[in-house]
């Protein structure tokens, strides 16, 4: 195998593997990690997951894509971002949160209607009725009679941080 | 003069045109499938007091009463998506299945790319290009934002795109959507017209030609290629399908355009085109109140 599929170019989109022991990139998650992560930290099901590829551009920045390509690829996007492994802590994108949140059983703060506008807006609130887990939450709020998620928060000492990225931040009206 | 002058033998209405073409946009979202059905966007519009009303000929269309969905709930999460009316019949036109391989050959800002993925329920594989690295940012921001999972994005020049880093031969179905003079969205950008010149449709009208052809040479014989401009000018329009219909190998297929709309024109100035031609679709600004817009559908014969 040569250097260039060995290494995390930042230009390409390699596939995870299947396992840790199929790694041949140096501390890439594979994808029985990335599928477990869901699972353990929010109770997503990894069927949930069946259909889709997952692949690293750059250390530690997961994208997940509905179909398969061969692997490098050299190319702009590759599906969506879907999850950063690159400290202790992984965290789930905004987008995967809005696309796949909804599947959480666990780990999911509801918000009332103030706090998910507050949230939206990417402000940081006191939360200490949370008894939860710390670390991070997908935070939802109730819309058109579902459970909706907002977004992924940090829960640290009592306060909830919005991670809502700023060019998703909006003033929202609370419902 | 005002370059839509040029247009008004084509049009039967030429009060109503002109008028049409000064008014302002309805605004207009469709609701994205992948994350919610439109019924459950209209009970969050309701939720929120915001007024709306369906339009009669795509369910997931909806004209808004304010101007702009930004700052709503289901807009913020990724339910709807600002989209001109009129702009959602390309995709229409294409009728891509779940499970296809479907090239968008001018993607960017990825309204039509995404209205495609949802098409497709998400799956298979939508490749939007663009040559252009801050429309292209665009496009990703959209695709996020609206949970797109099945969108591969490529920066290369449209006229010699290549599959090489896919690893398969041919697309199923393509669309180019081409860069153009854009005459017909004036009721958007009234400055539009400010920097018209028939030098600039012709050089277009070049770029469109490449563009059209490597679509078809990259289509499956049997496969489908949509062609749509925002612009009035045969030059870039029937002239374009008449280039491909002589030099690449496919044919205009007919289909039901669900706007109302007339023939494409087989004669323009001096020259004349295959008639062919007449079952692609112009439609008039003033025609169901929408933008300017141009629409061929073709099969790839070989």
């Given at each position: 195998m040569s250097d260039e599929l060995k290494s995390n170019v930042g230009q390409q989109f390699g596939r995870l593997p299947a396992t840790p022991a199929d790694r041949?990139?140096?501390?890439r998650a594979s994808r029985k990690e990335v599928i477990e992560f869901f699972d353990e930290r929010f109770g997503i099901e990894p069927t949930v997951f069946e259909a889709f590829t997952f692949w690293e551009k750059g250390k530690g920045k997961i994208w997940i894509f509905a179909d398969d390509v061969p692997t490098p690829i050299r190319i702009e996007g590759l599906g969506m971002t879907v999850l950063r492994t690159r400290q202790e802590h992984w965290k789930p994108t905004h987008s995967a949160v809005q696309r796949f949140g909804h599947h959480a059983s666990k780990n999911v703060v509801d918000l009332s209607a103030e706090e998910a506008a507050r949230f939206a807006r990417g402000k940081d609130q006191e939360l200490p009725e949370w008894d939860g887990d710390w670390g991070y939450l997908i935070a939802t709020h109730e819309l058109a009679g579902d459970r909706v998620p907002v977004g992924v928060g940090l829960y640290l000492y009592d306060e909830l941080r919005s991670t809502v990225p700023k060019g998703n931040q909006e003033s929202m009206t609370v419902l | 003069m005002n370059p839509l002058e040029r247009y008004a033998p084509l049009v039967d209405d030429r009060e109503a045109f002109f008028a049409a073409c000064e008014r302002p946009l309805p605004s207009v979202v469709r609701v994205n499938t992948i994350n919610a059905t439109p019924e459950r966007a209209k009970r969050a519009l309701d939720e929120e007091g915001l007024g709306y009303e369906d339009v009669e000929w795509n369910p997931q269309l909806l004209r808004l009463?304010?101007?702009?969905?930004?700052?709503?709930w289901p807009y913020f999460h990724g339910w709807l998506h600002g989209q001109e009316e009129v702009s959602a019949l390309p995709a229409i036109a294409l009728d891509p299945q779940p499970g296809e391989k479907v090239w968008d050959s001018c993607a960017a800002p990825g309204s039509k790319t995404t209205q495609l993925s949802a098409m497709m329920d998400d799956t298979g594989i939508v490749v939007g290009n663009d040559n252009n690295l801050g429309r292209l940012s665009a496009l990703r921001h959209n695709a996020e934002r609206l949970g797109v999972t099945n969108l591969a994005v490529t920066k290369q020049d449209g006229r010699n795109f290549s599959l090489k880093p896919f690893g398969f031969d041919a697309f199923d179905r393509a669309i180019v959507d081409a860069p153009c003079s854009?005459?017909?969205?004036i009721r958007k950008n009234p400055d539009t017209l400010d920097q018209w010149t028939l030098n600039h449709v012709h050089s277009v009208a070049a770029i469109q030609k490449g563009i059209l052809s490597r679509a078809i040479q990259a289509t499956r014989p049997g496969g489908t290629v949509v062609y749509s401009t925002c612009t009035f000018a045969p030059e870039e329009n029937e002239a374009v399908v008449d280039h491909v219909l002589e030099t690449e190998d496919c044919d205009v297929v007919a289909f039901d355009c669900p706007l109302e709309s007339v023939s494409g024109v087989t004669e323009w100035e001096d020259e004349t085109y295959d008639?062919?031609?007449?079952?692609t679709h112009r439609i008039y600004p003033h025609l169901n109140d929408t933008g300017g817009f141009y629409c061929a559908k073709l099969e790839v014969t070989a």
């Open positions: 041949e990139v140096e501390s | 009463d304010e101007r702009g969905p930004g700052t709503s854009c005459e017909g969205t008639d062919r031609v007449e079952k």
